[in-house]
T-cell receptor, first 114, second 112 residues
Framework: NAGVTQTPKFQVLKTGQSMTLQCAQD?????MSWYRQDPGMGLRLIHY???????DQGEVPNGYNVSRSTTEDFPLRLLSAAPSQTSVYFCASSYSGETYNEQFFGPGTRLTVL | GNSVTQMEGPVTLSEEAFLTINCTYTATGYPSLFWYVQYPGEGLQLLLKATKADDKGSNKGFEATYRKETTSFHLEKGSVQVSDSAVYFC???????????FGSGTKLNVKP
């Protein structure tokens, strides 16, 4: 099993550009989520999904879109990048949204917006 | 609301010293509590968890007890090693809401 994979590992964007961060898991997990990690602030939940076709907002959803067409994939789209979106982004998955379940994290994408 | 507060770092210890990283939480309902560890350049990995009051989670010599009366989940290890150097995150799983809340992380440096 590859676990949770994320691409790209690094990305530099200019303000106003759009891009999609990819996330895939091969564990047949129902629950997937996106976090951003900023210094001194820990991880903050952006969006999450409890299954294919079902998504919902987390703490900091503004400026980001998600969709979940398959169980395996959960891409995160930045429609018009802003410097405030410079961060490290982590995708995670777990068997279900029941909060006693362990979340498995991908290696992260480091994004810089100029 | 739900939130997690953990002690600021960095924490610097000598090898074989005793470690405590404090974590307190506020929550509605009955949350689950977790400690995750992040090694340089990697994603987070689950270290231990506790799903109800008075549960003790343990793994790799680390322990934490879910204390409802003090709303705490402090991480302890009796004798740290250089290989324990990492960032440690306390986290809360909000009961029935599919959401997880993380503390700001505590960086641990262990010197030989």
């Amino acid at each position: 099993n590859a676990g949770v994979t994320q691409t790209p590992k690094f990305q530099v964007l200019k303000t106003g550009q759009s891009m999609t961060l990819q996330c895939a898991q091969d564990m047949n997990h129902e629950y997937m989520s996106w976090y951003r990690q900023d210094p001194g602030m820990g991880l903050r939940l952006i969006h999450y999904s409890v299954g294919a076709g079902i998504t919902d907002q987390g703490e900091v959803p503004n400026g980001y879109n998600v969709s979940r067409s398959t169980t395996e994939d959960f891409p995160l789209r930045l429609l018009s990048a802003a410097p405030s979106q410079t961060s490290v982004y982590f995708c995670a998955s777990s068997y279900s949204g029941e909060t006693y379940n362990e979340q498995f994290f991908g290696p992260g994408t480091r994004l810089t917006v100029l | 609301g739900n939130s997690v507060t953990q002690m600021e770092g960095p924490v610097t210890l000598s090898e074989e010293a005793f470690l405590t990283i404090n974590c307190t939480y506020t929550a509605t309902g009955y949350p689950s509590l977790f400690w995750y560890v992040q090694y340089p350049g990697e994603g987070l990995q689950l270290l231990l968890k506790a799903t109800k009051a008075d549960d003790k989670g343990s793994n790799k010599g680390f322990e934490a007890t879910y204390r409802k009366e003090t709303t705490s989940f402090h991480l302890e290890k009796g004798s740290v090693q250089v290989s324990d150097s990492a960032v440690y995150f306390c986290a809360l799983g909000a009961y029935n809401f599919n959401k997880f809340y993380f503390g700001s992380g505590t960086k641990l440096n262990v010197k030989p």
